[in-house]
């Protein structure tokens, strides 16, 4: 059974920090996504960042490209998000997601099968 439990959001000002974890448990797909998506009161879900669990690579929503950065620490099986120089449209709730599909090419309309429960983010200005 795939679990995903995030941690770390917060209140922060904008143009603040925040670093949000993953603990990953029971899967053990390789070559899939792992990532993060957002929802803010009244929008939809959106894709944020994923990375292959192949090769690493990373992709990125255009609203998030140079402030944001995922990483994978494989051998806590931790997903993170490295959110820099937050603005008050990043506030939402994050969630941590496995086993993405769709386009990398636009990750903001990329979906998953497995998520967590998600933790909020709220950025004042």
């Known amino acids: 059974q795939v679990q995903l439990v995030e941690s770390g959001g917060g209140s922060v000002q904008a143009g603040g920090s925040l670093r949000l974890s993953c603990a990953a448990s029971g899967y053990t797909y390789s070559n899939r996504y792992m990532g993060w998506f957002r929802q803010a009161p009244g929008k939809e879900r959106e894709g944020v960042a994923v990375?292959?669990?192949?090769?690493?690579?990373?992709y990125y929503a255009d609203s998030v490209k140079d402030r944001f950065t995922i990483s994978r620490d494989n051998v806590r099986n931790t997903l993170y998000l490295q959110m820099n120089n937050l603005k008050p449209e990043d506030t939402a709730m994050y969630y941590c997601a496995a086993d993405c599909w769709g386009s990398t090419r636009t990750v903001a309309t990329m979906a998953a099968n497995y998520w967590g429960q998600g933790t909020q983010v709220t950025v004042s200005s």
């Open positions: 990375l292959g669990t192949g090769d690493g690579r990373t």
